[in-house]
């Protein structure tokens, strides 16, 4: 008869019980190393597919533009309300506490100005984006401008580098101030830099077309905010694109421009992870900018 210490040996394996193969929630993205993988979820929700980022690199190109002029102040109110901060390594070290949780994914191409060529950039290293503990790096590239072979090749070797060490890649489709932000440019733009290995892309929202867009870019799609609209306008847009399949946006004047950031924040965020309906959002966002001007006022 076996004595105690051969119970505490025995050993049950359940093979009964066969192991599951799970799929990956992000299109185009199962075949990723784990840490890549792991990388992604953060970035996007595994339960709504989605993500809300806040971007707020804009500082790198035009100096202190109006709602970042302290982003100290701006930024941490909307920290809790938002998934992604999408930012320059100056701005997170010294304007975001290391005690955050929120995923970063940081701008590693620079170089360039508003007050000379914009598509002119290099990129940062990859050991710094692992140094700051980073999600995912963001790369420009000016598809049909100047210094589109530069910036393809910023893509090209940061796509490299980062799978070396499991960092995604989000590639961003910058469009020069000459160029029409259509479906045929948008959808050529964003397939070049999925094939060169992008493992998200963001873009921008246009009509007509931009359902074919993300139809022929085999990777997940945010998309920018662009310039600052009203706020229901840019509810609608937010709404229209995850409609169209987005996965979600990564928008910066559109919230920290807003009338209230905070409220906007949380309005966009019901558009994207609660399939919100743009009006219910904008009631949303107005409930919440009363109660602030109501807390202000006491
Ligand atoms: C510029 C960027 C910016 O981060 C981003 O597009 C700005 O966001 P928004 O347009 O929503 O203000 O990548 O190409």
């Known amino acids: 008869m076996p004595g105690p210490e051969a119970e505490k040996d025995?050993?049950?394996?359940?093979?009964?019980?066969?192991?599951?193969?799970?799929?990956?929630?992000?299109?185009?993205?199962?075949?990723l190393d784990w840490g890549m993988s792991n990388r992604l979820?953060?970035?996007?929700?595994?339960?709504?597919?989605?993500?809300?980022?806040?971007?707020?690199?804009?500082?790198?190109?035009?100096g202190p533009t109006t709602g970042l002029e302290r982003m100290d102040l701006d930024i941490l109110p909307l920290e809790p309300h938002i998934d992604v901060l999408m930012c320059t390594?100056?701005?997170?070290?010294?304007?975001?506490?290391?005690?955050t949780s929120k995923p970063v994914c940081l701008r590693l191409s620079a170089g360039a100005t508003i007050l000379r060529e914009l598509s002119m950039e290099m990129?940062?290293?990859?050991?710094?984006?692992?140094r700051l503990n980073a999600a995912a790096v963001a790369v420009q590239c000016y598809v049909g401008?100047?210094?589109?072979?530069?910036?393809?090749?910023?893509?090209?070797?940061?796509?490299?580098?980062?799978?070396?060490?499991?960092?995604?890649?989000?590639?961003?489709?910058?469009?020069?101030?000459?160029?029409?932000?259509?479906?045929?440019?948008?959808?050529?733009?964003?397939r070049v830099l999925a094939e060169l290995g992008a493992h998200f892309i963001k873009t921008y929202f246009c009509e007509p077309g931009f359902e074919d867009v993300v139809a022929g870019c085999p990777v997940p799609i945010v998309i920018a905010g662009g310039k600052k609209i009203p706020e229901l306008e840019a509810l609608?847009?937010?709404?229209?694109?995850?409609?169209?399949?987005?996965c979600g946006v990564d928008m910066g004047r559109n919230i920290f421009c807003a009338e209230?950031?905070?409220?906007?924040?949380?309005?966009?965020?019901?558009?994207?992870?609660?399939?919100?309906k743009p009006e219910k959002a904008f009631d949303l966002y107005q409930t919440l900018k009363g109660e602030a001007k109501g807390k202000k006022k006491r």
Do not use: W
């Open 10 to 31: 025995k050993k049950d394996f359940r093979p009964q019980i066969p192991m599951k193969t799970e799929g990956f929630f992000l299109r185009g993205s199962a075949s």
């Open 236 to 246: 609608k847009m937010a709404r229209r694109a995850v409609g169209q399949g987005a």
């Open 260 to 276: 209230d950031p905070v409220a906007m924040a949380q309005a966009v965020r019901a558009v994207v992870h609660e399939n919100e």
């Open 89 to 99: 390594r100056g701005a997170l070290r010294s304007c975001i506490p290391a005690t």
């Open 145 to 190: 401008e100047p210094g589109e072979h530069a910036t393809l090749s910023n893509l090209v070797r940061t796509v490299d580098a980062g799978n070396r060490v499991g960092m995604p890649t989000m590639g961003v489709t910058a469009v020069g101030k000459e160029m029409a932000r259509d479906a045929r440019y948008l959808g050529l733009a964003t």
């Open 41 to 62: 979820s953060r970035i996007f929700n595994p339960k709504s597919g989605r993500t809300v980022m806040l971007a707020f690199d804009h500082g790198y190109i035009m």
């Open 123 to 130: 990129v940062g290293d990859i050991d710094e984006a692992v």
